[in-house]
Structures are given as structure tokens and as C-alpha cells.
């Protein structure tokens, strides 16, 4: 059986990358393996959990569903890629921090990751539709309270800005 | 009230979260290790049947794979496996890594594939043909019981997995033949699974030449995991290293390595390379431990008043394959913990577990937990069958501050609970009797409302092995301190709470503390992260390792600063002589002196500035709390609204209230899921129906209710005054909501026992 590969490239938190890769490799393996950024987790590898979502040309989309070819010549953000340059923490990351909104951290980066979307897309949501938001991705540990809270705490945050 | 410290009784903000949050954690699938392999395992698509043969030339063939290993050649030279706290000679499932001969459920694995890379191994895996002749599962607990036809471990003689007998008393006797009530129930409950966001995985690495092997696994106990790899492979445990970092969560799931896990260790072993095996979400939907699977009969006699006499217990517990640990059986924690927060004068409480051909059971938050589900149940039931409101009939029985101490009749020793007030903060805070008001005007409209209540008390685990733990505190040269502790924080924030508790006690800045777990190789011995002990039993071992380190540091100072120990206090990082600030000398002054200036210190001055200690804790430190929640259940669909959600919390004196109320919300959900949503589901024929997230439904966001909080806070009798508190979240929910669940559908007559309440349960309860 003859392996196929394909060349990639794409922009990934800023910085230029290009990977040999079989076509069916996905974008969340290609993440992780072939450019070391860990943070994009993969809780189903099915498109339920939303563990592994990142930004692909800025919309929030599920690594694991997608090919690395499908996002050749793509603009890519992960977990890794939004806290500002220099240190410290986005104003949602700072936000789950202070409501207590993960515990063991595995699904956080898909949190982190789809509500730092939302917000630049809603930025004055109802409880409601954070709750909605939020939906898409599973957490098993904090019983989403913290989740929710720190959803308000950003969208609140984000109005000042 | 206890008055919180500069850092204990404070919700600071968790130590772990910025790697955490901003992607830089490092959980076992982060691994790395050069010339590493991967791992895929092939599995029974039949839940019973003898393995004729497998066929795995054709994966061998494939490129890149290293490895195809089946029993015949994984087995040969592995010894006996038994974990710690059952001891070796427990009753349990005949341990096996790999299907041999035959295959006892579906996804029992049969071969593991060892290949290049993680795609091929799945290639590879797919290639493997076993060749399988069905016999007839054994799926039906009671049927199984007296079933020695079709056995799922032929190598027992029967499908019972354990036993605990009734042991009746006179007085229990006596008080069912005089009670002006018996009531009878049999509750049952379905199984549903732990599902860490975390699947299994470990990286094993044998070195051949230093004979060690190295395994960084997602465990909730390293050191547990490092004495079932030395028992199966015979190897000293000093020669094996675990190293757990980042852990997605376990629930119990990761408490104990299971068939798998063990495989892959004794494939890196005998290949000599590193192997990975990360379990995917279907693998662990469908072999990756289940539970909950059981009903409860209880009989309650009660005098004319509601007062309980007595109570019998019947168990009957599904615990699949091949449970871990042990057989599985909840059924002697359940037979101690049983009477919870009433006066039961006389208990019986007889058990059986059974084995059948479906995934094994594993721990999972409060594992024992029917107990509270049917108890409380059954609290309701029985005041229905009374007439009398469910807040009435637990106020009559619950034990009150002036019966402490209070021995139960299984013989444990209450003295600082308060189920009591508990209750009643509970009923306070949901404002209970508004709420039947309500429900009473809402009903005559047509609306069913209802309101459940759920008590318990739940026991941090702390004998036998899970009594002791360890933690080291050093003061380094520059003054900071590092504390190392035998802890295995998944979640709990243990990074953050045990470094409060140094920080208080040893009067340093938190910031000045870095927290070090997980590494086998450096760490003090610990029993692992599980059984709600880590308040108990590390926070006191990091508490005494502190002051015995302080006092170290005050003895130094004493004797720099010529002055007596008394007349020292230590606050942010330095020591002084009370009442003159200039005095102050800081930690790294002192800590310099120590290590590097040692020739002009007195003689005497201490010099070791690192304390290690062990915790001993009493078999049994007890929270308590008390659930209230209130429903509407809408008669058409079936659909149950939560409408509030409140908790009234007694764990003592709390760490930081904060790491205590996302651990009852966690819980909290958990018992939410698996009333309403979450069901492992078996098919007639012994087939699993849902192996997807598509499928197995956990609550999200939009289905969680906004839980309300109310602590009572009971020291307890051990220095620092806390109590474990991790499984109760878990364990009073599902009651909680089936009790309101049925207090909504009371006015149809209907009452279920069984669960999952999904609609589709609901409607079908209401279509006559
Ligand atoms: S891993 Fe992609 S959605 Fe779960
Ligand atoms: S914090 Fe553990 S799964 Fe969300």
C-alpha cells in the first residue's frame, strides 16, 4: 500500500508552518504532532465534545473533523495563540480563571477557544444565548457553573472594552 | 464558625489555571518519547463466544507494524495482578490482559497491534480477523445467579461475583413484627459511566540495559499504578517510575490501571520500546469501566409516628466482566454507610454481585452510592404511603445536633455532623414551604411541580491503605519552598489548596510555593486522588510537614537572632521577635545561612531545612450535605425542567469554598446526567448501542441548572478541622431529582423506581 502525502501550509497563531502530511491526517493531529501545539485537545474525535476547537480563518471549527489539507493556506489560531503577546491571559481566559470555570483543564481550550469566537461575533449576549453558545462544547468536571459565570464575566468585560 | 486564615477558608484563585488555560498543560497524550510506537487493540464485536482463532497475518504484513500480539504471546510470563486495597486474595475476575480461548464481551480486547504510527496501528487493527463462536450472553443479573450452564468465567464455577449475607438481629426482627407500617420498594438504577473529557492513555518505556521501566500514564494513583505494573511483571518498584502530569479527569475511572494498560506495559517490556496507547472515545464508551448498574429492595418499619425501627437491604449488583477493582462489589462500603443521617436502630443489609458478559464495572464517584439513591427514595415513598410531607417524615428520623456522638447501626461513629441543619438551611434556602404553596395553586392549573430532597453523609475514605499520606517541604536556598506531596490532583486543585494549607501553616507567601506531584521517582508514597480523602489525609500531611518545617526555620532564627523561640512570630516569608519588625529575618536570609553560611551558625542551629512527614488519619472523617431541587415535568413530552438546584454543605472547615463548590457542582451534574440523559444501553443480545457522544448524552451547558449554595461548617476532630467532600455531589443528586421528579407526578399516582427519567420513561409511565 502506497502512502500518499500532500504538502500543507498555513499561518498558525501568526507564524508560518508547513507539514508533509497524508491526506486523511486531521487538522487537530496536524496541530498537535507535526507543529507540537498540545493545547488542542481531542475528547471524541467525533465532533461532539468540542475539545479540539480552533479558529480556522476566524471561525470556530472542530480540528478533529477537519483535514490539515482542507485548511492549506489557511489562517489558523489555537488556544496557544490567544493570550496577548508577552504573557498573561485574554480577557476569557482571565475571566474563567476568576469564576472558577475549569478543574481539570482538558476541555478548557475549546471553552477558551469557541467563546473568545462568540464574543467577537455577540458581543452583548443574553444569558440565554451564552448558555446556548456554550452548549456545543462538553465539560465533565465543574458542572459548567464556573463555565457560565466566567461567559458572563468575559461578555461583561468585553462590552468595556 | 471557624475564622478563615490569611489563606485557609479563602477562594483563591487556582495555581494550575494559566497552563492550563492557555494550552500549556501536559497530559499523557502530550508525550513524546523518541522511538515511541503506537498502540491500537482489537475487540470483540460479540459479547460471548469462544475464540477459535485469530488471524493476524495480514496486519503483520502491513508496513510499519512491529507488533501483533495476542494471549499466546503477550501472556507468557506475567504474574498475578491484585490491587492494594482488596488485598491479594479478594474475590475478583480472573485477570487477564488479552481475551484467551474466549471472549467475554464486546469489546473484550483480543490482540494488541503495535505500529509506527497511531493511523497504521488503526489500519492494522481492522486487519486482524478473530474467529469467534457465539455462545449465549449472560445479561439478566438474576437469571445469571442460578445460571451454571453459560458462564461467563467458566474458570469460577458460577456468576456470582460476591456475597455478603444478611446478618439479622433479634431486635430488627422484633421491630418488623411490632411496626404500625412496612413498606417495601425495590429501586433500580441503569448503568451509565464516568466519561473523563480525558480518555486512558500511558506512554511505557522499557529500558532493557538498566532494567526500569517508565510509564507516564493518566492515572489517579501513581503509585498504585507502579505496584500493579511490579506484580505483573515481577519487577522491584523502585525500578519502575510513573509519572503522571496533566489528568483530565478519572471519577474513579483512573484509580486503578485496567486490562489495557497493563497490556501495553507488558508489550513495551517485551518489545523494548516505547509504546503509547491513547483510548479513544468509542474504546472508552464501550470498555472502559461502566457502572451504577444495580437495584436495591428496601423494606422500612416504622412506628405510627413515621420514626424508623428497622430497615432490610437487598442488593443486587451487575458488575460485567471484569470489574475493577476486586469483583466490583459496592456492597460493604453500601452496608456501612447505609443508615446515613437517620436512627436506624436495626439494619440488615444482604448483597450479591453478579458477572455478565458486558464491560466490567469500575469505581465512579461514590461507587457505593444505591444506598443514598434508594434510601432516599424510599424516605419519600414511605411518606406518601404515610400521608405525611417528605420534610416532615426526615425531620422525625434525621440525627440532631444533641444525639452526637452517634453510633449507627452498622457501627460507624458520628461526632460532627449536622444533618440536621443541613436540612433545614436546604429547606430555608429553596424556600420550601412557598414552594408547596405554589405547587398547590400551579396544580390546580394543570401544572406539575414537584420538590425532592436528598440527605447524606458521606465518609472520606481514609483505612487501610487510603489512611496515610505523605508530603515533603523544603525551604530551597533562595528562600522559596517547594512542596512535594504523594497527592494525584486531576482536577481537585490540590496544586492550589495544599499550598494554601503550607502557606498558613508555615507563614510563607502562596506565590513563594511551587507544588510538585506525580513522579514515583521523588514523591512520598500516596494511595491517589479518589474516596473523597484528600482534605482529609493530604491536606494533614502537608499541614504537619509545615509546622514541623516552621519550627525547624524558628529554631534557626532563635538561634541567629539570639533570642527564644517563644519570642519569635513568622509572618510573609520571614521570622522575627514579636513587636520588632526590624528583627525580621527573611527565608532566603535564613535559608542562605543554612546551606551556604553554615560555619557561623551556632552550634545546634538546625541546618536540614526539608521535612518530610506521613498523615495518619481515622479510618473515617464524615461530611454531610443536603440536596434540594425543584422540577416541572410537562405531561405531553416527558421533559423535566430543573427550576432550582440548591445544596446545603457541611465538609467542615473549608480549604477555599470556592474548590469546594466546583467540586459539588461537578458532582452535581454528574447525578443530573445520569437521572435524566446519560444510559450505557445493551441490546437484547448484548450488543452496546451507545459507543459515540452522539449517542451516550451527557448534559451541556444550556441543561445545567444554576446551582445555589449553603455551607454549615462543622469542624471536624482533626487538626486544620476539614472533611473530604468529593463524591457527595454525585451520590445525593440522582435521589434529589427523582424524588422531585415523583413528588411532580404524584397527583397521577405514578411513582417511578427505576431509572434513567428520561421523557421517552416518563411518557411511557403516563400512557396507560
Ligand atoms: S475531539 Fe473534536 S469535537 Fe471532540
Ligand atoms: S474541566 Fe475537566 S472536563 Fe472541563
Request: aromatic share 6%; net charge negative; proline share 6%.
Amino acid at each position: 500500500m502506497e502512502t500518499q502525502v500532500a504538502q500543507v501550509a498555513m499561518t498558525v497563531n501568526g507564524t508560518p508552518r508547513r507539514a508533509t502530511v497524508e491526506p486523511r491526517k486531521t487538522l487537530a493531529d496536524t496541530l498537535r504532532e507535526d507543529f507540537g501545539l498540545t493545547g488542542t485537545h481531542l475528547g471524541c474525535e467525533h465532533g461532539v465534545c468540542g475539545a479540539c476547537t480552533v479558529l480556522v480563518d476566524g471561525a470556530a471549527i472542530r480540528a478533529c473533523l477537519m483535514f490539515a489539507v482542507q485548511a492549506d493556506g489557511s489562517e489558523v489560531v489555537t488556544v496557544e495563540g490567544l493570550a496577548p503577546a508577552g504573557g498573561g491571559l485574554s480577557a476569557v481566559q482571565r475571566a474563567f480563571r476568576e469564576e472558577h470555570g475549569l478543574q481539570c483543564g482538558f476541555c478548557t481550550p475549546g471553552f477558551v477557544v469557541s467563546l473568545t469566537a462568540y464574543l467577537r461575533d455577540h458581543p452583548m449576549p443574553s444569558g440565554a444565548e451564552l448558555r446556548d453558545a456554550l452548549s456545543g462544547n462538553l465539560c465533565r468536571c465543574t458542572g459548567y457553573q464556573g463555565i457560565i459565570a466566567a461567559a458572563r464575566r468575559a461578555a461583561g468585560g468585553m462590552e468595556d472594552q | 464558625m471557624t475564622v478563615a486564615g490569611r489563606y485557609v477558608g479563602q477562594s483563591v484563585r487556582r495555581q494550575e489555571d494559566p497552563r492550563l488555560l492557555t494550552g500549556h498543560g501536559r497530559y499523557v497524550d502530550d508525550i513524546v518519547v523518541p522511538g515511541m510506537l503506537h498502540a491500537a487493540f482489537v475487540r470483540s464485536s460479540v459479547p460471548h463466544g469462544l475464540l477459535r482463532g485469530v488471524d493476524t497475518e495480514a496486519a503483520r504484513a502491513l508496513p510499519g507494524v512491529a507488533a501483533v500480539l495476542t494471549a499466546a504471546e503477550l501472556h507468557p510470563g506475567l504474574h498475578p495482578m491484585w490491587q492494594t486495597m482488596m488485598g491479594q486474595d479478594a474475590p475478583a475476575a480472573p485477570f487477564r490482559p488479552l481475551a484467551d480461548a474466549d471472549v467475554r464481551y464486546v469489546g473484550d480486547p483480543i490482540a494488541l497491534v503495535v505500529v509506527e504510527s497511531r493511523y497504521i496501528a488503526e489500519d492494522a487493527a481492522e486487519l486482524v480477523v478473530a474467529d469467534i463462536e457465539p455462545l449465549p450472553p449472560v445479561l439478566d443479573t438474576s437469571a445469571a445467579l442460578g445460571d451454571t450452564a453459560s458462564l461467563v468465567h467458566p474458570e469460577l464455577g458460577s456468576n456470582l461475583a460476591g456475597e455478603l449475607p444478611a446478618a439479622g438481629s433479634p431486635e430488627l426482627d422484633a421491630a418488623f413484627a411490632s411496626a404500625a407500617l412496612v413498606a417495601t420498594e425495590t429501586f433500580h438504577q441503569h448503568r451509565y459511566a464516568c466519561v473523563p473529557m480525558e480518555t486512558r492513555g500511558l506512554v511505557a518505556q522499557w529500558d532493557p540495559a538498566g532494567e526500569q521501566l517508565t510509564v507516564w500514564a493518566a492515572t489517579q494513583g501513581p503509585h498504585e499504578f507502579r505496584a500493579i505494573c511490579g506484580r505483573v511483571l515481577g519487577l522491584p518498584e523502585p525500578r519502575i517510575r510513573v509519572i503522571m502530569g496533566d489528568v483530565g479527569g478519572g471519577f474513579g475511572q483512573k484509580m486503578f490501571p485496567m486490562r489495557e494498560e497493563i497490556a501495553v506495559v507488558a508489550a513495551t517490556r517485551q518489545l523494548g520500546r516505547p509504546v503509547k496507547w491513547i483510548e479513544d472515545r468509542n474504546e472508552n464508551l464501550l470498555g472502559g469501566g461502566h457502572a451504577r448498574e444495580e437495584q436495591m429492595t428496601v423494606s422500612v418499619a416504622a412506628d405510627d409516628a413515621g420514626h424508623f425501627t428497622g430497615v432490610r437491604v437487598e442488593q443486587l449488583e451487575n458488575v460485567g466482566a471484569y470489574p475493577f477493582p476486586g469483583n466490583g462489589s459496592t456492597a460493604m462500603a453500601g452496608s456501612m454507610i447505609f443508615p446515613g443521617p437517620y436512627r436506624i436502630p436495626a439494619l440488615s443489609y444482604a448483597a450479591r454481585a453478579v458477572y455478565t458478559t458486558t464491560c466490567g464495572r469500575c469505581a465512579y464517584r461514590g461507587p457505593w452510592m444505591m444506598e443514598t439513591v434508594a434510601r432516599e427514595q424510599m424516605v419519600d415513598l414511605l411518606a406518601r404511603r404515610l400521608g405525611m410531607d417528605p420534610l416532615e417524615l426526615r425531620r422525625r428520623n434525621v440525627i440532631t445536633a444533641e444525639d452526637l456522638p452517634f453510633t449507627t447501626a452498622s457501627g460507624m461513629v458520628y461526632e460532627t455532623v449536622s444533618p440536621a441543619q443541613t436540612l433545614e438551611q436546604a429547606a430555608e434556602l429553596i424556600g420550601y414551604d412557598a414552594f408547596r404553596r405554589e405547587q398547590a395553586a400551579e396544580r390546580e392549573r394543570g401544572r406539575l411541580l414537584g420538590i425532592g430532597l436528598a440527605l447524606y453523609i458521606e465518609p472520606s475514605q481514609s483505612f487501610g491503605p487510603l489512611g496515610t499520606d505523605g508530603a515533603t517541604v523544603r525551604l530551597e536556598p533562595d528562600g522559596r519552598v517547594a512542596l512535594v506531596m504523594g497527592t494525584a490532583s486531576h482536577g481537585q486543585s490540590l496544586e492550589t489548596t495544599m499550598a494554601q494549607v503550607v502557606a498558613e501553616h508555615l507563614g510563607c507567601d502562596l506565590g513563594d510555593i511551587t507544588f510538585v506531584q506525580g513522579d514515583t521517582a521523588y514523591v512520598p508514597y500516596g494511595a491517589g486522588t479518589g474516596g473523597s480523602r484528600s482534605a482529609v489525609v493530604a491536606a494533614g500531611a502537608a499541614r504537619q510537614a509545615a509546622l514541623a518545617l516552621r519550627e525547624r526555620i524558628v529554631t534557626l532564627a532563635a538561634a541567629v537572632l539570639e533570642a527564644a523561640p517563644s519570642d519569635l512570630e513568622v509572618a510573609s516569608s520571614a521570622v522575627g521577635v514579636r513587636g520588632d519588625p526590624a528583627s525580621a529575618l527573611p527565608f532566603a536570609k535564613l535559608a542562605g545561612l543554612a546551606y551556604f553560611g553554615h560555619a557561623a551558625l551556632p552550634e545546634g542551629a538546625p541546618v536540614a531545612l526539608e521535612v518530610t512527614e506521613r498523615f495518619k488519619a481515622p479510618p473515617f472523617t464524615f461530611s454531610n450535605a443536603c440536596h434540594a431541587a425543584t422540577v416541572e415535568v410537562d405531561a405531553t413530552t416527558g421533559q423535566v425542567s430543573i427550576l432550582r438546584y440548591v445544596v446545603s454543605e457541611d465538609c467542615g472547615v473549608m480549604i477555599n469554598p470556592m474548590v469546594v463548590e466546583g467540586q459539588i457542582a461537578g458532582g452535581v451534574l454528574q447525578g443530573i446526567g445520569g437521572v435524566l440523559y446519560e444510559h450505557m444501553v445493551y441490546d437484547g443480545d448484548g450488543n452496546p448501542l451507545t459507543t459515540t457522544f452522539l449517542d451516550y448524552l451527557l448534559p451541556t451547558a444550556a441543561e445545567a441548572p444554576a446551582i445555589e449554595y449553603g455551607h454549615v461548617e462543622t469542624a471536624s476532630r482533626l487538626p486544620g478541622g476539614a472533611k473530604g467532600m468529593g463524591e457527595g455531589g454525585a451520590i445525593a443528586s440522582p435521589p434529589a431529582l427523582a424524588n422531585a421528579i415523583n413528588d411532580a407526578l404524584a397527583p397521577l399516582g405514578i411513582h417511578l423506581t427505576r431509572q434513567p427519567m428520561s421523557p421517552a420513561a416518563i411518557v411511557a409511565a403516563l400512557t396507560p
